[in-house]
């Protein structure tokens, strides 16, 4: 038994003392990044209704990429709205939840805190979550241009895309 929980411990013990610390400079960035953007989210209020989009994709096809509405989703949660926040895009607040953990985490190792960096790597690298984060962003995106497409057609066929398809087809 002994020498089992030995062997175990030199096991866990050398991980951890393979992996690089954290970087600061990595790490000052984020913080500073995401410090504006969340600083944004509290200050903006972008426009609804109709409005101007620099989305390409949106403009192009008349259809929503998966990024879409993140800007009005992370304004709304920002100052409380959270049944809006959602409305925008059903991603936004799981975004942000997630964004506000890398903050922390980034914050955390600017101080030489050595537990939340760990706990947070441990967890993002067992489940995986920037993988998670890109696929359900994905199908989340394939969705909803699915269900516009069905439900709303009209967008799309008031888009450059369609007409060029039709003036192809002529």
């Not at 009005?72 to 964004?99: E, R, T, Y």
């Not at 506000?100 to 967890?123: Q, T, Y």
Request: aromatic letters at 14%; glycine letters at 8%.
């Amino acid at each position: 038994m002994q020498v089992n929980s030995t062997i175990r411990e030199g096991i866990v013990g050398g991980f951890e003392s393979d992996l690089p610390p954290p970087s600061k400079k990595l790490a000052l960035f984020t913080l500073v990044g995401l410090s504006v953007i969340f600083l944004t989210s509290v200050l903006f209020k972008p426009p609804t209704g109709n409005y101007f989009s620099i989305c390409a994709f949106k403009n192009f096809t008349g259809l929503p990429c998966p990024g879409c509405g993140l800007t009005h989703s992370f304004c709304a949660l920002a100052k409380g709205g959270v049944a809006d926040a959602f409305s925008w895009n059903l991603m936004g607040p799981i975004l942000f939840v997630f964004l506000v953990l890398l903050w922390m985490r980034s914050a955390s190792v600017l101080f030489n805190g050595s537990s939340l960096p760990k706990s947070f790597d441990r967890i993002t690298g067992r489940f995986k979550l920037v993988r998670a984060f890109a696929i359900a962003f994905g199908v989340y995106g394939i969705a909803r241009i699915v269900y516009l497409l069905v439900f709303q057609p009209l967008s799309f066929y008031e888009s450059p895309l369609s007409r060029l398809i039709t003036n192809l087809i002529r």
